[in-house]
């Protein structure tokens, strides 16, 4: 008789360890700081470079790194999704940022970030019909109402920072759309690939659509210099 020792899997049930909460601090200073770090940018840096930065240096970090990879090919009905995802969670938002940030602070705009997992929510019980009841939608209010009343003093004064509010949830919705349609495919491909792979294809794709833009500028003012 031969016997096997239970492989342990780990599922979204599981408790956090002292590594997990270590990785969720990081994660929230590094994103949490990246709204003050494009503000820092913005003084001497254009919105599109910026965002073209973030997308380019990502996608050079999880290419290089040796990070833990499956390596599973993507199946054909999967590449519209994970094109998808390039924008709705990389190309679109990461714009919307550095242009919003033009016209309100960082610390509304990291605090309208916030409203992400609301949308998330949202959108879970819209696209994969997940049932939310009970504390969940007190959770969801509470959070709208959090979100508006970050919203009002901003929009109070004046156009210009009302649009910042509006490209910052517009930036939210995106996240959450994108979340939504995410979670099925990092359990397939995991998460480091498919972020690989979204960022790498942001790039090819906003580089496109940005540096004859930015290039066109940089003749304009040279030109205006003579």
């Known amino acids: ?52 930065g973030r997308v380019a240096l990502g996608a050079l970090a999880l290419a290089v790194l040796p990070f833990p990879r499956r390596r599973v090919p993507i199946e054909r009905a999967d590449r519209g999704r994970i094109v998808l995802l390039s924008f709705v969670w990389v190309a679109i938002p990461f714009t919307m940022f550095p ?53 009002l003093p901003s929009i109070g004064d004046g156009t210009s920072e009302a649009l910042g509010v509006a490209l910052v949830v517009l930036a939210t919705v995106c996240y959450g759309i994108a979340l939504t349609i995410a979670g099925p495919l990092q359990q397939r491909y995991g ?10 294809l942001a790039t090819v794709s906003y580089t496109h659509l940005t540096l004859p833009t930015i290039c066109f500028k940089c003749r304009s003012r040279g030109g205006a210099g003579h």
């Open 1 to 52: 008789m031969t016997s096997t020792t239970p492989t342990a899997a780990r599922t979204d049930g599981d408790q956090f360890s002292t590594v997990d909460w270590g990785l969720f601090l990081a994660v929230a200073v590094i994103w949490g700081s990246s709204f003050l770090l494009i503000d820092i940018g913005l003084d001497s840096l254009p919105p599109g470079v910026i965002t073209l």
């Open 99 to 151: 242009i919003a940030e033009q016209h309100i602070t960082s610390a509304v705009a990291g605090l309208l970030n916030g409203g992400t997992p609301i949308f998330t929510a949202i959108f879970a019980m819209l696209l994969l019909h997940q049932a939310t009841r009970g504390a969940q939608l007190l959770g969801i209010a509470v959070g709208f109402l959090g979100v508006v009343l970050v919203s």
């Open 191 to 200: 998460s480091v690939d498919l972020m690989a792979k979204m960022l790498a």
